[in-house]
């Protein structure tokens, strides 16, 4: 909290402490000069967190909940308390840097671009240009990323024949590019025909595409997919 808080009438020499409480594996610590004045002058401070850095584990969502007690000798103590957004904190990628472990929110969809992959992503706009809308940032559903690679194995093979048709062989697009993509919830056949795609691709592109969706969902949990415009 921060900048004078007005106080009237009883206001004056009120103390505030304040308190932070998780879960999940997160544990939050209250950076705050307890027992300010509220009509003393400003006050600053802030919350930390840390959880557990075992790699490839997902810990479970959590909020924190704030608690701020105020006391004056003579008068009752008065409680208020409120809780954050929920998220989750881990390092599923076991990663040591500190760009793919940390603290997401999974309610919140996110956007990954698939600019620069000219086939990948016109296959995405002709889906979207027939009416699949799931993971259309312009009023579709989000995807959701689902931690099961035997599962993901499944719903590429489902949707991906085992090779490449002729003409495609011819053209150098011998790799299968499925969308929604295997690694979700919705990938496979889990949704009507009318709702994925497949799009043969160069070798490259396809592994052009897995890396930037890699390092992008490193950290997040649930995305959008924003075609070129």
Partial sequence: MS????TTRAGAGVAVNIGAASAGGTKATVHFSQ??????????????YT??????????KAKTTYTYTFTKPGYTPGIVSCGSAVYRCDNYFGSRRASRAGC????????VSMVGLARIDGGIRKLRAN?????????????????????????????????????????????CDEYPFASTYEGGTRLPASQREI?????????????????WRARCTSWTTIPST
Avoid: F
């Fill in 3 to 6: 900048g004078p808080e007005p």
């Fill in 35 to 48: 027992g300010h004045i509220l009509n003393s002058g400003a006050a600053d401070g802030s919350v930390g």
């Fill in 51 to 60: 959880t557990s850095n075992a790699p490839k584990k997902i810990n479970p």
């Fill in 104 to 111: 997401a929110i999974p309610e919140v969809p996110t956007g």
């Fill in 131 to 175: 009416g699949g809308h799931h993971g259309d940032p312009y009023g579709g559903k989000p995807l959701h990323w689902m931690i099961n690679k035997a599962q993901e194995n499944a719903n590429r093979k489902a949707v991906c024949p085992r090779t490449a048709p002729p003409d495609m062989q011819r053209a150098g697009r011998t790799s």
């Fill in 199 to 215: 799009t043969w691709v160069k070798v490259n592109e396809n592994k052009a595409q897995g890396g930037t969706i890699t390092a």
